[in-house]
């Protein structure tokens, strides 16, 4: 029990360093350049911006790393509902079911999702989001893991990222208008798109290849399970993994451009490959070196994700932070004060959720 708590921490924690740029962490860089000087913290502030289109940034791996992981969890569960009865099935396709159905609704609510106003125009609600994504690909990842043999997973999920390139490369192209995504989003996904936009960047067909990200979340998971207490096993597990991931996607890159917005293949590949990196590094500095004060940062954060996403759009954390640091950020230079404010940002929700996190609070759909 130690062993797999120690696991599951290391899992907090890299969940924890997800959240933490959504938090505020991204927004560091600009002033700590501005108040040195030095190059590092402006290719810092660069990777901190989603890509406009084609090619990659550090900013986008934070969605994909969040859908990895809910995979992780799976993985390390290896549950399987082969062979039972509907009896007891049932409760789990329930619970599955209610996690799926609550994070779209808290989807809608994070994009203040009901347009016009009450009486809601149900025409003008946004109804894809990032929280809706998370739900569908980690609903149908446990579907197939439930259902399916551990060589069919695999075989499921080369089919995934080989059919959606197939579908994506004949029928349309890799723009914004001319893609299927645009063409499906236009005629099946209800409501409004973001920014109103020919496609939705979490439209319905771009949904299918994140149940890869998952899947992938889940073979590491497993991985972490099978090789339990084996650290040098799970490291070069992890490690070559990766490396394979990364070497197809660049690759790939050439004739199947990496891109976020229509969430492609060759962006799958890279994305995991980088979340097992960092997996990997976790497991490296959590259960083998037993960094606890830099594990505990991150998983104050991590135990509460959802939570913390939510509180991002529904809480002006800037108004607190000036509220609280307004008069110490005044008294010092332009680019000191505007650290403070973006510190005391990631401080005062920190502290909420350290308050949560010592009375073993933990909010999860």
């Known amino acids: 029990m130690a062993k797999k708590k120690q696991r599951l921490a290391s899992v907090d924690a890299l969940r924890g360093f997800d959240m933490f740029w959504i938090i505020g962490g991204e927004a560091l860089f600009l002033p700590l350049f501005a108040l040195t000087g030095w190059s590092i913290f402006q290719f810092g502030h660069a990777q901190m911006q989603h890509t406009p289109w084609h090619g990659f940034t550090f900013y986008d791996l934070i969605f994909p790393l969040f859908i990895f992981l809910s995979g992780v969890t799976l993985g390390l569960a290896n549950k399987s509902l082969r062979g039972l009865p509907m009896s007891q099935r049932a409760p789990v396709y329930r619970k599955a079911t209610k996690r799926l159905l609550l994070l779209i609704l808290l989807g809608i609510l994070y994009n203040h999702g009901w347009g016009t106003g009450i009486p809601a125009d149900l025409s003008e609600i946004r109804y894809a989001s990032v929280l809706a994504r998370i739900g569908f690909a980690w609903f149908f990842a446990a579907m197939i893991v439930w259902h399916f043999g551990i060589r069919s997973q695999y075989v499921i999920t080369a089919c995934i990222l080989l059919g959606y390139w197939l579908l994506q490369a004949t029928a349309g192209n890799y723009t914004p208008d001319g893609s299927v995504n645009a063409w499906v989003d236009q005629h099946f996904l209800p409501g409004i798109t973001y920014q109103n936009r020919a496609y939705d960047p979490e439209g319905v067909l771009s949904t299918i290849p994140a149940i890869a990200n998952a899947l992938f979340g889940v073979f590491a998971g497993r991985w972490l ?141």
């Open 225 to 365: 399970s099978k090789h339990a207490g084996n650290h040098k096993s799970i490291l070069k597990g992890l490690f070559v993994a990766a490396a394979i991931c990364l070497v197809a996607g660049f690759v790939w890159h050439w004739v199947y451009p990496v891109n976020k917005e229509l969430w492609t293949s060759s962006f799958v590949l890279i994305t995991c490959g980088c979340c097992l990196l960092l997996l990997g590094l976790f497991y490296l500095l959590v259960d083998m070196w037993h960094w606890k004060s830099f594990t505990y940062f991150f998983s104050v954060i991590g135990c509460n994700a959802i939570l913390v996403y939510l509180g991002t759009s529904l809480v002006s954390w800037q108004y607190s932070s000036k509220s609280v640091f307004g008069g110490i950020a005044a008294a010092l230079p332009q680019a000191a004060g505007i650290l403070v404010i973006a510190g005391g940002v990631i401080l005062l929700q920190w502290l909420v959720l350290r308050f949560l996190f010592k009375r073993g609070i933990f909010i999860s759909p």
